[in-house]
């Protein structure tokens, strides 16, 4: 259980997230409708287009509302499970978006003669999509299929954790290297460094997505704001002396009574117990 003060500031930085997430799908919207070639899959400009617009709606917001799933109050009366396939659902359609707008500029460029994967960029971007693909197979081969061991699930975790956090961070460190050099391409009489307004609204929605980014960073990392199964998970693994012991209601805190590091069978039953009953 949340302390209602707690409760409130998760929400108010919850929707400040989905405010910026959506204000830079319209941004991007606006730049690629308004001052670029429009949308269209032609093998021209407006298929590029697409691009950008795939990567921030997909690969940066519902990326980042994926990676938070779990942190919201109104789902933990839902079980474990189904906000796993949430959780990967999301990571998945996500994932499908960033491929599409991969596809989108290998496609414009061989339309229209031009090199492929030579900016680091395009580098940094490949690379960030293969090793998403990457997180998510691990992510599914790991946590969603029952037969793998809880030992490994454990000692998976905070990598599959760190990982993730830090693939998002990177995701939009390399959009905000992609906004730049199509500003510096595109731009020409005036030239980006003449500063048209096209260059300030693009500017901005770089800002706003480096702002979406922290938030989403500053929720996943709050140990208060865990589901409350998991902040048992958390102390357990902490050897009981987790930073947010305090947080955890005493009703769950006691499930953790006398554990060790590694949850036994029994505690884990427990918990699971309590996820089920909170189905
Ligand atoms: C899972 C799950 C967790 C973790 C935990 C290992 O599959 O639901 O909370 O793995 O068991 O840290």
Not at 7 to 22: D, P, W
Not at 176 to 190: S, Y
Not at 233 to 256: C, F, I, R, Y
Request: glycine share 8%.
């Amino acid at each position: 259980m949340m302390a209602t003060e707690n409760r409130r500031e998760f929400l108010l930085v919850f929707s400040a997230a989905v405010f910026l997430g959506l204000l830079s799908i319209t941004f991007v919207l606006i730049w690629v409708l308004q001052y670029r070639e429009g949308l269209a899959w032609d093998g021209a400009l407006a298929e590029f287009n697409w691009h950008p617009v795939l990567i921030v709606t997909g690969f940066i917001f519902l990326h980042g509302i994926a990676i938070i799933v779990y942190r919201l109050p109104w789902t933990w009366q839902c079980s474990k499970l189904t906000m796993k396939f949430i959780h990967a659902g999301l990571h998945l359609v996500a994932f499908i978006c960033a491929v599409i707008a991969m596809v989108a500029v290998f496609d414009f460029h061989n339309g229209g003669k031009i090199p492929n994967m030579y900016s680091l960029h395009s580098w940094l971007g490949l690379t960030a999509l293969i090793l998403y693909c990457l997180q998510l197979v691990l992510g599914v081969g790991m946590f969603l299929i029952p037969i793998t061991p809880v030992t490994w699930r454990a000692a998976f975790m905070p990598l599959h954790v760190f990982g993730g956090l830090s693939l998002f961070g990177s995701v939009i460190a390399v959009a905000l290297m992609g906004i730049t050099e199509k500003l510096i391409f595109g731009l020409n009489n005036p030239k980006y460094k003449d500063l048209p307004p096209e260059a300030i609204f693009t500017n901005v929605l770089g800002l706003l997505l480096v702002v979406f980014g922290i938030l989403i960073l500053w929720i996943a990392t709050r140990p208060s704001w865990k589901r409350p199964s998991d902040q048992i998970l958390h102390t357990l693994h902490t050897n009981g002396g987790g930073e947010d012991n305090t947080k955890v209601s005493p009703a769950l805190a006691q499930l953790s009574d006398g554990a060790d590091a590694e949850p036994s069978a029994d505690v884990r039953r427990r918990i699971n117990k309590f996820d089920d009953q909170t189905n």
